[in-house]
């Protein structure tokens, strides 16, 4: 198990009203700017302590979007995370504009390596990711990997 890696797993969905994909958007800008920013809707993570993991460790923001009744992840490295403060315009997707404010904001990069989501366990419990995200109504589990 390598306890040097840090997933973020944040559950996305597509946003029918506005016809978006967040993997999609969020994939065009990296390719555009080397790096973009993801916004999280809802409930925040504890920022001292991803702050904390920022310093030691290799982090990891995963999207687990359930396409046709599988989760599927997308990859990005954690570059850093800014707190009430909207980053500029053009480093993050526009339909953040028709969301409403955002507290949290990470900035990611692209990571080449994909990262399998059956191989992600909860830090805190051990308990397998997808049968968690399956059973549970949250939005943001810290996992690290199976051996």
């Excluded at 993997?23 to 790096?35: M, R, V």
């Excluded at 302590?49 to 359930?66: E, G, P, S």
């Excluded at 949290?104 to 692209?110: A, G, L, R, V, Y």
Aim: hydrophobic share 35%; proline share 5%.
């Amino acid at each position: 198990m390598d306890t040097n890696k840090v997933y973020l797993v944040i559950r996305v969905g597509t946003i029918p009203e506005l016809n978006v994909n967040p993997t999609i958007e969020l994939d065009a800008l990296i390719k555009k700017n080397g790096f973009c920013y993801f916004g999280k809707i809802g409930k925040n993570p504890s920022i001292p302590k991803l702050k904390a993991h920022l310093k030691d460790k290799i982090v990891y923001l995963v999207t687990a979007h359930k396409i046709n009744g599988v989760f599927k992840g997308a990859s990005y490295k954690l570059l850093d995370v800014v707190v009430d403060r909207m980053p500029p315009k053009g480093q993050y997707p526009l339909y953040y504009n028709e969301i409403g404010p955002i507290k949290t904001w990470f900035k990611i990069s692209d990571h080449k390596d994909s990262v399998n989501l059956n191989n992600l366990i909860l830090k805190s419990s051990g308990n397998n990711l997808i049968d968690s995200i399956t059973r549970s109504s949250g939005s943001l589990f810290t996992c690290i990997a199976k051996n």
